[in-house]
Nanobody, 122 residues
Framework: QVQLVESGGGLVQAGESLRLSCKASASSFSVNAMGWYRQAPGKQRELVAIITTGGHTNYADSVKGRFTISRDNAKNTVYLQMNSLKPEDTAVYYC????????????????WGQGTQVTVSS
């Protein structure tokens, strides 16, 4: 079983920063790509950023230059440094992880965290 635990959300003012963390507890699994998504009220969940085990990253256009995704493979933890936050960044942020069974690497699964609220006031 895989569990993802997020932390770091909160209420900030526009222009301030937050750092989100997400740790994957994944015995018997290898953690592959990890990512952050967000969902604002009344909107669909959208990609924020993803990162592979090799460190390759991809960002939504709306956060490029402001957000940075990183990971610590030894800790199975992914981070999202969010700078210059805007009110439109307000959402519940979810991390996900694509994992594969150590014994059967072709068997892959996608897990989601419970979400953490980020609120940016103007």
């Amino acid at each position: 079983q895989v569990q993802l635990v997020e932390s770091g959300g909160g209420l900030v003012q526009a222009g301030e920063s937050l750092r989100l963390s997400c740790k994957a507890s994944a015995s018997s699994f290898s953690v592959n790509a990890m990512g952050w998504y967000r969902q604002a009220p009344g909107k669909q969940r959208e990609l924020v950023a993803i990162i592979t085990t090799g460190g390759h990253t991809n960002y939504a256009d709306s956060v490029k230059g402001r957000f940075t995704i990183s990971r610590d493979n030894a800790k199975n933890t992914v981070y999202l440094q969010m700078n210059s936050l805007k009110p439109e960044d307000t959402a519940v942020y979810y991390c996900n992880a694509r994992v594969s069974e150590v014994a059967r690497p072709l068997y892959q699964y996608l897990y989601w965290g419970q979400g953490t609220q980020v609120t940016v006031s103007s």
